[in-house]
């Protein structure tokens, strides 16, 4: 999901949310697409601007970003197709050629998580739509992941 389709989300749900509503539609938006937002590294400011509501609702979009590492939706996406989408964006935003080195870094800076989840990376790259060579490639950043600090290296 892109950022205008987020910033779109969130206008519905604030837009269709029950009297004395807004600032709760305002949090479990934060909540469900808390760690695609992150992951993407999306402006809060410019999903504000897109949605089209107060600039003062950033500070509960904060908070409900905050929630979403500790509160999940059962129809939420699941984190490998978080990841795929996030993975998808950095390989088709690549500048210079350097889509293998982006995946690399995708690797180092995802590693933990996708080791702590368990998560497939056949079925990461397959949900991305990359080339089935590429699980070489990222499992190379997933192994440089134990030695390499994510805050070593500008991801």
């Known amino acids: 999901m892109d950022i205008k389709a987020l910033g779109k989300q969130l206008n519905k749900q604030y837009s269709e949310a029950e009297e004395n509503e807004m600032v709760a539609?305002?949090?479990?938006?934060?909540?469900?697409?808390?760690?695609?937002?992150?992951?993407?590294?999306?402006?809060?400011?410019?999903?504000?601007q897109i949605a089209e509501i107060k600039d003062s609702y950033i500070t509960e979009l904060r908070k409900g970003i905050k929630l979403s590492a500790y509160v999940h939706f059962t129809e939420e996406q699941s984190d490998v197709e978080v990841l795929a989408e996030i993975l998808k964006d950095r390989y088709n935003n690549t500048v210079n050629n350097d889509s293998v080195a982006q995946i690399h870094l995708f690797g180092i800076k995802y590693?933990?998580?996708?080791?702590?989840?368990?998560?497939?990376?056949?079925?990461?790259?397959?949900?991305?739509?990359?080339?089935?060579?590429?699980?070489?490639?990222?499992?190379?950043?997933?192994?440089?992941?134990?030695?390499?600090?994510?805050?070593?290296?500008?991801?």
């Open 25 to 48: 539609q305002i949090h479990l938006f934060g909540i469900k697409y808390g760690k695609l937002i992150k992951g993407k590294g999306y402006n809060l400011n410019d999903i504000i």
């Open 111 to 155: 590693g933990p998580l996708i080791r702590r989840e368990n998560i497939s990376v056949a079925k990461l790259i397959e949900l991305s739509g990359l080339n089935d060579s590429y699980v070489t490639e990222l499992n190379k950043g997933i192994r440089l992941s134990k030695y390499v600090s994510e805050s070593t290296i500008k991801i």
